[in-house]
C-alpha cells in the first residue's frame, strides 16, 4: 500500500518534471526562460499554476505577434510599403446620411427607407445576428470603472449599464420587424458577447443578475476570446509577471475575434441556422445602434461582405482610426484595398494634412461599428490570412525578480506592450467593391467612452450622456404620428432616441389601426 502510494507521488512529480522541462526548453527557445523563476519558490500549488498557464499559453502565436510588433518598432515603413491614400473625395460625398430626422423612415421613398424595410425584412426572416466587442480592458476609464465596461451605467436620467441600453434596443428591433412585417419573427436575434479573461466571468454574472435584460437566455451567445503575454518594452522583450507564478497576460486585440469564433464553432452555428450577417459593434459607445436594420438593408443591398460605418473625423486630435485605400502590386497590376490606420500610428504629417477645400485629408473616422456576411468570416477564417499583431504601449504593473527577491513595479509611465490584432485589418482581405461605407450621423451614433470623467475631458461617460440625453430630447419633441404609423413610429423614436423608458412604456397604450 505504501509503496503504491510512494509510486504515485512519484509519477506525479516526474509528470511535472517532465512538463517543466519540456516548458522549458519551448521559453529558452523564445528567450523567455525567466518566467519560470517562481518554480524556485513556490508551494506546490503556486507551481502547479503557474505550470498550468504557461501551458495553456499560445506559444507559435506569441512568437508571430512578438516578431510582427518587433518588425514595427524596427521602422514603421515596414508596415505601410506604399503610403496609403485617403478615402476619395468623390466616393465620400456619395456616401449616406440617414434617419437626420426619423421621420425620413417609414416612408418608403429613398434608399434609406427601403434598407430600413430590407432590413427588417431580414430580422423577421432570422437572417441576422449583432456581435458586442466586450473584452477590452478599459483601464483609461481609472480605478473606480466596473471590470467589464458594459457594466457602466450612466444616468439617463434613470441608471442603465450600456448592456442595458444595448439589449433594449436589441428588443426593440425585434418588435419593430414583427410590428412591420406583422408577424413574429422566425427568430430571435442571437446576441454574441465577446468576452476575456478580464472581463468573462463579471460579464457573465451581471447578466444573470439582470436576468438577461428581458432576452431570451438562449439568444445570447458569449464568446470568450484569447489573450496573451504581456512584455516589457525594452528590446528583448520579455514577458512580464503579474505574480511570481502568474504571466501579465492582456486579450489579444478585438481582431482576434475571427479565430475565436471559429476556434468557438461559431461561425458554423451561424451558417447552419441561415445567418447571412453579423453586425460587430464596440460596447463603448453609448448611442450605437443595435441589430440597425438600416445598416443590414445597406449592406445585403450592395452585395458587400464588409460594411463600414463612418463618421467625419471632429478635428486632427481626435482619437479615431481613420478609413484609408492602401495600394497594392506593382505599377502594371495595382489594386486598392481598404484598411484602417489606427490614431496611434498614424504619422502626423498625415494626420493633420488637408485637402484643397481645406478638409482633413484622412477623415472617414471608423467608428468600430462594421458589418461582416457570414459567407465572408468563412472565408477570412478558412484562408491562410493572418491579421497582424500591434504593439499598444501600456502602463503594465508586475513584479520583477531581483536576485532571489520578488519586488513589486508600479510604472508611472508606459513600461510594456500588449499584443492586439485589430478587427478592421480584416478589410483587407476583401476585394475592395465588397466593402460598402456608410456614412451616419455623429449626433446619432457616436458616443464613445474612453476617458474617465474630468473636466474638459472627451469621450467620457459623462460626455456620452450628455449626447444620449440631447438626442432623446431631439427625438421625444418629434410630433406624434397617427393612425397606422404611430406603434412603428413610437418604437422607431425609441430606438434611435437610446430606448427611454417614457417612450416604451407609452407605447402599450398605443393602438395600430
Ligand atoms: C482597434 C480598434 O478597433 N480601434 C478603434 C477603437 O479604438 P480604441 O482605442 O478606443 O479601441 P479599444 O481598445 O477601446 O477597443 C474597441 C472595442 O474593442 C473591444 N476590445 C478591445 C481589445 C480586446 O482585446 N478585445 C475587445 O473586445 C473593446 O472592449 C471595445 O469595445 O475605437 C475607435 C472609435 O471609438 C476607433 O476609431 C478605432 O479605430
Known amino acids: 500500500m505504501f509503496g503504491q502510494g510512494k509510486r504515485l507521488v512519484c509519477g506525479l512529480v516526474c509528470e511535472m518534471e517532465h512538463r517543466v522541462a519540456a516548458l522549458r526548453s519551448q521559453l529558452a527557445d ?19 499554476s503557474l505550470v498550468e498557464q504557461l501551458s495553456g499559453i499560445d506559444l507559435p502565436l506569441f512568437r508571430r505577434a512578438l516578431a510582427d510588433v518587433v518588425r514595427t518598432f524596427k521602422g514603421k515603413q515596414d508596415r505601410l510599403p506604399i503610403p496609403p491614400k485617403p478615402f476619395p473625395q468623390a466616393k465620400w460625398e456619395g456616401l449616406q446620411n440617414w434617419i437626420s430626422s426619423p421621420d425620413d423612415v417609414p416612408t418608403g421613398n429613398d434608399d434609406t427607407a427601403g434598407w430600413w424595410s430590407e432590413g427588417l425584412r431580414l430580422v423577421a426572416d432570422g437572417e441576422v445576428a449583432v456581435l458586442v466587442l466586450a473584452g477590452g480592458q478599459g483601464t483609461r476609464l481609472g480605478p473606480g470603472a466596473p471590470v467589464a465596461k458594459g457594466m457602466l451605467e450612466l444616468s439617463v436620467p434613470e441608471p442603465k449599464s450600456l448592456f442595458q441600453l444595448q439589449a433594449e434596443r436589441l428588443l426593440l428591433v425585434e418588435d419593430l420587424a414583427s410590428f412591420v412585417t406583422g408577424t413574429e419573427i422566425k ?9 476575456s479573461d478580464a472581463t468573462d466571468s463579471a460579464t457573465r454574472a451581471f447578466f444573470e443578475e439582470k436576468a ?33 507564478w502568474k504571466v501579465a497576460m492582456a486579450p489579444a486585440g478585438n481582431g482576434a475575434l475571427f479565430s475565436d469564433l471559429r476556434a468557438a464553432g461559431f461561425i458554423k452555428k451561424l451558417s447552419s441556422q441561415g445567418i447571412k450577417y453579423v453586425q460587430v459593434y464596440a460596447v463603448d459607445n453609448a448611442l450605437a445602434r443595435v441589430a440597425d436594420p438600416v445598416f443590414y438593408g445597406f449592406v445585403h443591398e450592395h452585395q458587400a461582405e464588409v ?48 485637402d484643397d477645400s481645406g478638409e482633413l485629408q484622412f477623415r472617414a473616422a471608423h467608428i468600430c461599428i462594421n458589418m461582416f456576411s457570414v459567407q465572408y468570416l468563412e472565408k477570412l477564417t478558412d484562408s491562410d490570412y493572418q491579421l497582424e499583431f500591434h504593439p499598444a504601449v501600456k502602463r503594465i504593473p508586475h513584479m520583477r525578480e531581483n536576485s532571489g527577491t520578488w519586488e513589486s513595479v508600479n510604472p508611472e509611465k508606459p513600461n510594456g506592450i500588449k499584443l492586439e490584432q485589430f478587427i478592421f485589418d480584416s478589410f483587407q482581405c476583401c476585394d475592395s467593391e465588397k466593402v460598402a461605407l456608410l456614412e451616419v450621423n455623429r449626433e446619432e451614433e457616436f458616443a464613445p467612452i474612453k476617458n474617465a470623467v474630468g473636466p474638459g475631458v472627451a469621450d467620457s461617460a459623462a460626455t456620452a450622456t450628455e449626447l444620449l440625453l440631447a438626442l432623446k430630447r431631439r427625438v421625444n419633441s418629434l410630433p406624434p404620428k397617427a393612425g397606422t404609423l404611430s406603434k412603428g413610429f413610437s418604437l422607431l423614436k425609441a430606438y434611435a432616441g437610446g430606448a427611454t423608458q417614457d417612450i416604451t412604456s407609452d407605447l402599450v397604450n398605443l393602438s395600430v389601426e
Open 212 to 244: 438577461f435584460f428581458g432576452l431570451d437566455k438562449s439568444q445570447v451567445w458569449f464568446l470568450k476570446q484569447s489573450s496573451l503575454p504581456c512584455v516589457d518594452l525594452n528590446e528583448g522583450h520579455a514577458m512580464l509577471m503579474e505574480t511570481p
Open 307 to 354: 460594411g463600414v460605418k463612418v463618421v467625419s473625423k471632429k478635428n486632427a486630435k481626435e482619437s479615431v482610426g481613420v478609413v484609408c485605400l492602401h495600394q497594392e502590386g506593382n505599377s502594371a497590376e495595382k489594386s486598392e484595398r481598404y484598411g484602417v490606420i489606427e490614431y496611434s500610428e498614424m504619422p502626423q504629417s498625415m494626420t493633420t494634412a488637408k
Open 30 to 48: 523564445l528567450g523567455q526562460e525567466h518566467v519560470l523563476a517562481g518554480l524556485e519558490s513556490g508551494d506546490g500549488s503556486q507551481r502547479e
Open 187 to 195: 427568430r430571435r436575434i442571437p446576441w454574441l458577447v465577446m468576452t
